[in-house]
């Protein structure tokens, strides 16, 4: 144990190496359903070079570590460790935002980087970065594009990784490399931006694309030092419209609609408990919110940056009005308990300090998966009888589906808040958790990102990709020494 613990010291510093009992507990568990695990040691890194002698530390000592970047409270289980006697690997002090390139709009960062600090940077050279739904104060934008967290913008998302292009990863067996256009040399930041390689492009090095290798992984695969990321421009004109229906269903015509004519920049679909949380500061205010906001909302978001701004808008504002009275919905400015205005600075800013989906009940269970926005309200209408059948009040689960990868696809998502000091009411949504999470998968949802008991559902569901998964695991990590236990059918 003290030797173990030494050679930490040797690679990191003494005080980045903490073993206190207070600190291994709060790691220990998390906000999920995870089972709980303790680990062995968190190790702060303050480099790339740091996670490369830790990652071959592990290999020599066969020690699993657990890669995490964002700040605490996590709600997935996937920065739980899995198997005993594991170490943290804890990347937020990685703070560096490496490169701002205007020109390029690219930005490179460190895993430590959060929302509101990477934005701040951004926004002084006129640009800023696709955001997920209201992030948390405390989020790496690492973390979250490396998971392709639905983004907002999904009418300009031209491919399903966007926005990140390129990274260096130190994999599993200790071997560090560029991935994308900067895999291909040399492989110094400073030199390539001197021959005029701004790390634009995902694929390589070569004709490989080792990015593939570590999305949605959880850190299974290795971990991530920097990322490259495509910006925009800031917008110097924003508008949103908001879209009242009765029914899910009431809007799809109009989403597509929208979709096919890739107008505007961002468009989402919320039902009104779901958007009662997002717009409410205190549990009562959403309680209220509840009782007069419309049943769903779509919202519809215009904006345009240095060229032609007015026009811009105005001309997108006459077609997309015209699509929504072709297809029955009205475009406002405002319903009842919400402005467009105000949801767009919601949406677009990160949570304060306390995370906005705990608001409502102080905890809460995601059920989140990939489909298509015609199947969405079969999934809704089982979701809803599910919660009848378990005793849960349907008025308090949120809808969200959020088109992505210019609506080829959406991501759908269930928020099931609960009281945590209750125990009937957790075990309640535990219990409902697991059974709509079986089901969903039967309705042919897919966990693309299969945290906790969704690796067991999604991966038992194709053998081959399981076999295919497992040796690349073999190839990239030969010793399982990152994150073990997930992505493993249990």
């Given at each position: 144990m003290e030797s173990m613990k030494q050679n930490l010291v040797d690679i990191v510093g003494a005080a980045n190496v903490i073993d206190s009992p207070e600190v291994l507990a709060s790691y220990s568990k998390d906000e999920s359903f995870a089972t709980p695990m303790k680990p062995w040691f968190v190790v702060k890194v303050e480099n790339a070079e740091q996670v490369q002698k830790l990652v071959r530390w592990a290999n020599e000592t066969k020690t699993t570590l657990v890669p995490v970047s964002s700040g605490a409270p996590h709600f997935k289980g996937d920065t739980v460790p899995s198997v005993p006697q594991s170490v943290i690997v804890d990347l937020s002090g990685?703070?560096?935002?490496?490169?701002?390139?205007?020109?390029?709009?690219?930005?490179?960062?460190?895993?430590?980087?959060?929302?509101?600090q990477l934005q701040e940077a951004l926004a002084k050279e006129g640009m800023t970065l696709s955001t997920c739904l209201r992030p948390r104060a405390n989020k790496s934008v690492l973390t979250s594009v490396l998971e392709v967290e639905p983004r907002l913008n999904c009418l300009h998302q031209f491919n399903y990784t966007e926005?990140?292009?390129?990274?260096?990863?130190?994999?599993?067996?200790?071997?560090?490399?560029?991935?994308g256009e900067a895999g291909n040399?040399?492989?110094?930041?400073?030199?390539?931006?001197?021959?005029?390689?701004?790390?634009?492009?995902?694929?390589?090095?070569?004709a490989t694309d080792m990015l593939r290798m570590v999305l949605q992984a959880q850190g299974s695969m290795g971990i991530v030092t920097w990322a490259s990321m495509k910006c925009e421009l800031l917008p110097t004109i924003k508008k949103m419209?908001?879209?009242?229906?009765?029914?899910?269903?009431?809007?799809?015509?109009f989403v597509y609609k929208a979709i096919w004519a890739r107008i505007g920049d961002k468009l989402y679909v919320m039902n009104k408990a779901y958007l009662a949380s997002l717009m409410g500061e205190t549990a009562e205010e959403i309680?209220?919110?509840?009782?007069?906001?419309?049943?769903?909302?779509?919202?519809?978001?215009?904006?345009?940056?240095?060229?032609?701004?007015?026009?811009?808008?105005?001309?997108?504002?006459?077609?997309?009005?015209?699509?929504?009275?072709?297809?029955?919905?009205?475009?406002?400015?405002?319903?009842?308990?919400?402005?467009g205005e105000a949801v767009l600075e919601k949406s677009i800013n990160p949570s304060g300090d306390t995370y906005w989906k705990q608001t409502a009940k102080g905890s809460f269970?995601?059920?989140?998966?990939?489909?298509?926005?015609?199947?969405?309200?079969?999934f809704i209408e089982a979701m809803y009888e599910l919660a009848i059948e378990a005793g849960y009040p349907t008025e308090d689960i949120g809808v969200y589906i959020q088109p992505q990868h210019m609506g080829t696809s959406v991501h759908l998502e269930f928020n099931l808040p609960y009281d945590p000091n209750n125990a009937k009411e957790a075990k309640k949504v535990k219990d409902l958790y697991a059974v709509a999470s079986r089901e969903m998968s039967k309705l042919g949802g897919y966990y693309a990102r299969p945290y906790d008991i969704w690796a067991n559902i999604q991966l038992n569901k194709d053998a081959q990709s399981y076999i295919m998964l497992q040796k690349m695991k073999d190839i990239f990590d030969p010793n399982n020494i990152m994150n073990t236990g997930k992505l493993t059918i249990k």
């Open positions: 990685m703070k560096k935002i490496i490169s701002i390139n205007r020109q390029q709009r690219m930005c490179i960062i460190e895993p430590g980087v959060t929302y509101g926005p990140v292009r390129c990274t260096e990863v130190t994999f599993g067996d200790g071997n560090q490399i560029f991935t040399g040399p492989k110094d930041l400073q030199k390539q931006w001197e021959l005029g390689k701004w790390q634009v492009h995902s694929n390589g090095p070569a419209y908001l879209a009242p229906a009765n029914k899910s269903t009431d809007l799809e015509d309680a209220e919110l509840k009782k007069v906001m419309p049943n769903w909302v779509a919202a519809f978001g215009l904006s345009a940056d240095i060229l032609l701004p007015e026009l811009k808008v105005s001309a997108q504002e006459h077609d997309i009005m015209e699509y929504a009275k072709q297809t029955g919905v009205q475009l406002l400015p405002r319903v009842p308990g919400a402005s269970q995601d059920i989140f998966f990939i489909t298509t926005l015609d199947r969405t309200s079969k």
